[in-house]
C-alpha cells in the first residue's frame, strides 16, 4: 500500500470577504520532501502555511494532514495532529523577557499539562532536551540568556530549537531568512536543510531569496495570487518560469 501523505489539498480556496488568498490551490506532500514555496508579496504563501498547520480552515476544497481531515476532527484530536506539525514563524514568536530555554521548553506545551508548564516557569523543567536541541543549532552556551540579548540570527536558532523540542514529523518555515543578513541567510537555510535530513522531517519553506529555493530544496512551488503556477523540481524550474512568476502586470 501506498504510504499516505504529509500534506494534501484538493482544489483548496479561502477567501477573507471579497480578497482570495488562495484559489483552487491542488497541491500533495510526500515525507521527505523538502519543498520552497515562492512567488511575490500577496502571493498566498503564508496562508499556505497556515492551511498546511491546520490554524486556517479553506473556504472550500478539501484538506487532508497526515491522513486525516481537519474539519472532521474534534478539537483535540485536531491539536494532536497539529502537534506533529512544527512551525517557524517569520516574527520568530519567542517572549523576549524570558529566558532561552523557557523559549525552547514550549515546544513541549502541546504535549504538557497546565500545571507543568506552569512549573517550568519558575523551574525550567526538561533542561537536557533544551541543551540537545540548543546543542543542534549551535548555541547551547545560551541556554540562560534573556532572550532579547540575543542578535537575529541566535533567535531565529531559538525559534528553530523550539521545533526540535516539539519534534513535528514536518517542519514548516515562514521566511525564515527575511529578518537576518545576507551572511546568516545561508547559514540558516544549511541548518533546517541539515536537521531536517538528519532528523528525517519533511520541509516545506517559503522563501523570498530565490538562490536558496534552488540550492536548499528539491521542489519548487511558484504561486501568484493565490494560484498554483507550477509545481516541479527544482531542476525543472527555468528562468522563464522565474520571470513570469514575478512579471509585474500593468
Known amino acids: 500500500m501506498q504510504p499516505l501523505p504529509i500534506f494534501e489539498l484538493r482544489r483548496v480556496t479561502v477567501r477573507y470577504g471579497a480578497l482570495t488568498a488562495l484559489q483552487d490551490v491542488s497541491l500533495r ?14 502571493a498566498g504563501k503564508s496562508t499556505l502555511l497556515g492551511v498546511l498547520n491546520g490554524s486556517i480552515a479553506p473556504t472550500s476544497g478539501e484538506v ?26 517569520q516574527q520568530f514568536n519567542l517572549v523576549p523577557n524570558l529566558s532561552v530555554i523557557h523559549n525552547v521548553n514550549a515546544g513541549h506545551l502541546g504535549r504538557w499539562s497546565l500545571a507543568k508548564a506552569v512549573l517550568s516557569l519558575v523551574v525550567p523543567l526538561e533542561r537536557e532536551a533544551a541543551v540537545r536541541a540548543l546543542e543542534n543549532v549551535g548555541i547551547a552556551d545560551k541556554l540562560y540568556e534573556r532572550t532579547a540579548n540575543l542578535s537575529g ?23 525564515p531568512i527575511s529578518s537576518v543578513d545576507p551572511e546568516r541567510s545561508r547559514e540558516i537555510m544549511t541548518l533546517l536543510r541539515a536537521l531536517c535530513d538528519r532528523f528525517d522531517k519533511t520541509l516545506v ?29 527544482t531542476d525543472q524550474v527555468t528562468p522563464a518560469m522565474m520571470e513570469a512568476l514575478y512579471r509585474i502586470r500593468a
Do not use: K, M, W
Open 64 to 89: 487532508r494532514l497526515l491522513g486525516q481531515n481537519p474539519a472532521r476532527l474534534s478539537a483535540r484530536a485536531l491539536r494532536h495532529v497539529q502537534r506533529q506539525i512544527g512551525t517557524i514563524y
Open 153 to 175: 540570527g541566535q533567535q531565529q536558532r531559538v525559534a528553530i530549537a523550539r521545533v526540535l523540542v516539539q519534534n513535528p514529523v514536518a517542519i514548516l518555515a515562514d521566511e
Open 205 to 233: 519553506v517559503s522563501l523570498h531569496a530565490l538562490e536558496y529555493a534552488y540550492s536548499h530544496c528539491d521542489r519548487i512551488v511558484g504561486l501568484r495570487e493565490g494560484r498554483v503556477q507550477f509545481d516541479l523540481p
Open 29 to 42: 506532500i510526500e515525507a521527505g520532501e523538502r519543498v520552497a514555496l515562492i512567488g511575490p508579496s500577496g
